[in-house]
């Protein structure tokens, strides 16, 4: 079972850049994706569940969106208007869940790409 990302870069400030995660071996139930700056704990920006219905975090509403693929069985991230505070790994997941106290059970993470942004 994998997942593989890919679509990381450079870019400056306001630039789009999309992610890809490519699932092999098993069918998740849902898809994220989390991103993590240097010095700081791995956090949710998206989630879309089997049934096309997603989730978002507060900071990249209405500038990313997930998307998915189940022919190609990958999972996108399509972000715009990228900022400075964007800057981070981004790690693609499979089968997570919210658990109590706001953290994530996530069963099979991807191995990240980076992406940075400059002002």
């Known amino acids: 079972v994998q997942l593989v990302e890919s679509g990381g870069g450079s870019v400056q400030a306001g630039a789009s850049l999309k992610l890809s995660c490519v699932a092999s071996g098993h069918t998740f139930r849902n898809n994220g994706w989390f991103h993590q700056a240097p010095g700081k704990e791995r956090e949710f920006v998206a989630l879309?569940?089997?049934?096309?219905?997603?989730n978002y975090a507060d900071s990249v509403k209405g500038r990313f969106t997930i998307s998915r693929d189940n022919a190609k069985n990958t999972v996108y991230l399509q972000m715009n208007n990228l900022k400075p505070e964007d800057t981070a790994t981004y790690y693609c997941a499979g089968d997570l869940r919210k658990v109590v106290g706001g953290g994530w059970l996530v069963s099979k993470w991807g191995q990240g790409t980076h992406i940075t942004v400059s002002s």
């Open positions: 879309i569940n089997s049934d096309g219905s997603t």
